[in-house]
Nanobody, 112 residues
Framework: QAQLVESGGGLAQPGGSLRLSCVAS????????MNWFREAPGKLREFVAS????????NYADSMNGRFTISKDNALNTVYLEMNSLKPEDTAVYYC?????WGQGTQVTVSS
């Protein structure tokens, strides 16, 4: 069955880094794009970044301010999110998204 599985979340210090991964499996065709969203406590789920599958075109939310990098490995059906210069306000559950499919999320906590 089609599914998305995120990994790589955890605890980071302010200013630290984490690398998230999302592995897609069970799909019969390539998507137009894959995306990362996040949902902080008490807030709406918000867009973080996207990458088109065929061309690798990238889009980031303005709030990421150059700190995050999205990338992909087509052969591994995997999309990554490299997060640098982390701030406490980056604390959220990070979700991988492929069209109407969502992963279960991976928790990112940024705290001293």
């Amino acid at each position: 069955q089609a599914q998305l599985v995120e990994s790589g979340g955890g605890l980071a210090q302010p200013g630290g880094s984490l690398r998230l991964s999302c592995v897609a499996s069970g799909f019969t065709s390539a998507p137009y794009a894959m995306n990362w969203f996040r949902e902080a406590p008490g807030k709406l789920r918000e867009f973080v970044a996207s990458i088109t599958w065929a061309g690798g075109l990238i889009n980031y939310a303005d709030s990421m301010n150059g700190r995050f990098t999205i990338s992909k490995d087509n052969a591994l059906n995997t999309v990554y999110l490299e997060m640098n210069s982390l701030k406490p306000e980056d604390t959220a559950v990070y979700y991988c998204n492929r069209e109407r499919y969502w992963g279960q999320g991976t928790q990112v906590t940024v705290s001293s």
